[in-house]
């Protein structure tokens, strides 16, 4: 978009009251931002003009261009044709201390701030500035390109959490991109994050999903919408890369730092106190603690079956937090080499890498971070700097396996005291089996939880049943190689019933107990693939506005609330007993691309 396209002076949205918040700000107060636009917006106006213009192109916010010694720009949302509140997550609204009654006890004033149309006292919008490697490859700069951060809101309890809107318009880092989002990508990120906390994951969070009438194009022309979705902080591992590929290392010292004074404080600074060489140190422990962090997100992925589809650095969270869900899903057959992404033909991103490719992105992120170590961040590191970003780097492996195993014994009813064997030869074989025989991974692992019960009846027919039910739930096309479901009976019977022994599941009432335990570790629903879309179709297909509401909001409920509940309320009956039955055939093999 040419800088003739926009006006010579800029409209901003009214500020308007209804939603109590209290912002803090730090990351504009605190960092450099964009000298092209010094002063913020609001603080332009004169006292006591209600016209809300002024005096700048809006070229300077919303045309694509470089922006160098700064961490952020000022932005203003694009005024939204026929905002229609459409979602509301309560749990979400609760992190900044509001209620769902809140925004819809006037849904017209709630649509209009959270599409961007209106704005609340002390938010001051901006947009990150940031870099990354993009399938592998270094981009230079990216930043947020349809994502405008309202600002930072402090709740009740001290904690602080970045509100962003996603899809409101045009930003200096939109490049050829419109800053749009629309229905269809705006569904699937709104009721993920709210999903993928609900099944444990770290993840950035959801608070409304608003509906517009403009026309988007993408493939085709669809219809816009724009989320407004939390987090901690918003900073990637890109925002350290790109200052770090300028020589901006003045820049990037000063993100270091407020980011290990405003996220890693208890971790950190304490341990900063006694640290003898020179501060340098501090950053080491920071990688450390971005590894643990990524281990812990990641491992929770590969159990639950995620894929997130799009591991670029910028897409990297440095608190660890599943961010920017685009082409994601989940597995529906158990398949370690499934590509969720169609714009990856490579596989570089398939479900199997996704542990490998969090290290490499963290390698990434320690070249910039190891510059800050010692006194000219110009000189190459110190062979001791090597020596302890190696040894964090090294620290992912096995952390990542411990982890990972945690959470799969968990899933497995097994004690994690007892056998440290217990991937090798109990978790891994179940997976061969299922990869064998391309079974429905999240099927399989709930119905995994009626085993240890199963094990300990004297008739061995619902045993008989249970394999049938899988078998049922696989591909059957590759049942015929051996005696597949002689070789789960055999594993259940002769390999996980006797390490279940072990650890004192020798009765009835162990075994139950057991069960339970496993079902608060494998869930009952999870958003396939299938189910966002037949989400979003019926979604399309409804005339009436409250039946939208009622649809968005009856599958947030059932994706949240119970996830791992076999019984549901009467009213998410219909609902539950579709999407935790077969993949339909239209659904299967579905992928998503980059474009949203």
Not at 509 to 520: C, E, F, P, T
Request: glycine content about 8%; aromatic content about 10%.
């Amino acid at each position: 978009m040419s800088g003739s396209s926009f006006s010579k002076t800029t409209k901003l949205p009214p500020t308007t009251t209804g939603f109590p918040l209290r912002f803090d700000n730090s990351f504009t107060k605190d960092l450099p931002g964009d000298l092209l636009v010094p002063t913020a917006p609001y603080d332009m106006l004169p006292a006591g003009d209600d016209s809300g213009e002024i005096p700048v192109p809006q070229s300077k916010f919303r045309a694509s261009r470089q922006v160098r010694g700064a961490l952020w720009s000022w932005a203003v949302p694009i005024e939204h044709e026929n905002p229609q509140l459409v979602g509301v997550s309560s749990s979400g609204a609760q992190l900044i201390g509001l209620k769902s009654e809140d925004f819809w006890r006037d849904p017209q004033l709630a649509a209009a701030v959270w599409s961007g149309n209106q704005r609340l006292p002390g938010s001051h919008p901006w947009a990150h500035c940031y870099g990354g490697h993009q399938f592998g490859v270094w981009a230079d700069q990216l930043g947020d390109g349809r994502a405008i951060s309202l600002g930072q809101v402090l709740n009740n309890t001290g904690d602080v959490w970045e509100v962003q809107l996603k899809g409101a318009g045009r930003t200096p880092y939109s490049r050829f991109a419109d800053g749009y989002a629309v229905r269809r990508s705006s569904i699937r990120e709104y009721l993920a994050a709210e999903h993928m906390n609900a099944l444990g994951v770290p993840t950035s969070r959801s608070l409304t999903l608003v509906f517009t009438d403009r026309v988007v194009e993408r493939e085709e022309p669809e219809l816009g919408a724009i989320v407004t979705r939390l987090a901690p902080s918003w900073v990637r591992f890109g925002s350290f890369e790109l200052p770090a590929s300028r020589g901006d290392f003045n820049l990037l010292r000063k993100l270091a730092d407020y980011v290990i004074h405003h996220h890693y404080y208890s971790e950190l600074i304490q341990p900063a106190a006694d640290d003898k060489s020179g501060g340098g140190g501090v950053y080491i422990r920071l990688l450390q603690v971005v590894v643990e962090r990524t281990v812990a997100m990641v491992a929770a992925w590969q159990a639950v079956g995620f894929c997130h589809g799009v591991m670029n650095t910028d897409n990297m969270s440095i608190l660890g937090l599943t961010i920017d869900y685009g082409p994601y899903a989940f597995l529906d057959a158990y398949d370690p080499d499934f590509i969720c992404n169609h714009s990856d033909p490579a596989g570089r991103y398939a479900f199997r890498e996704q542990p490998h490719v969090a290290l490499w992105n963290l390698v990434r992120l320690a070249g910039p971070l190891s510059r800050l170590v010692g006194q000219d961040p110009e000189e190459d590191a110190s062979s001791e700097t090597l020596e302890a970003v190696t040894k964090a780097l090294n620290s992912f492996g096995s952390e990542y396996s411990r982890k990972y195993a945690e959470l799969m014994r968990r899933k497995f009813g097994l004690s994690s005291d007892h056998d440290s064997a217990d991937m090798a030869t109990i978790v891994q074989p179940f997976l061969e089996l299922l990869e064998r025989g391309h079974t429905d991974y999240t099927f399989a692992m709930r119905a995994l939880c009626d085993v240890p019960l199963l094990l300990k009846s004297e008739d061995g027919a619902g045993l008989e049943q249970h394999i049938d039910a899988l078998a049922a739930r696989s591909d059957c096309s590759r049942l015929g190689g051996g005696d597949w479901q002689g070789d789960m009976r055999a594993f259940y019977e002769g390999v996980y019933g006797p390490r279940l022994a072990a650890q004192g599941v020798i009765d009835q009432d162990s075994a139950k107990a057991v069960g339970a335990g496993m079902r608060l570790a494998n869930p009952r629903h999870v958003l396939r693939n299938w189910v966002a879309q037949d989400i979003i179709d019926r979604v399309k297909d409804k005339n009436d506005d409250d039946d939208v509401l009622c649809c968005v909001d009856q599958a947030l409920e059932l994706l949240t609330t119970h996830a791992f509940d076999d019984t549901v309320p009467e009213h998410l009956k219909d609902m539950a007993e579709r999407y935790a039955g077969p993949v339909p055939q239209w659904g299967e093999g579905l992928q998503c691309s980059c474009s949203s």
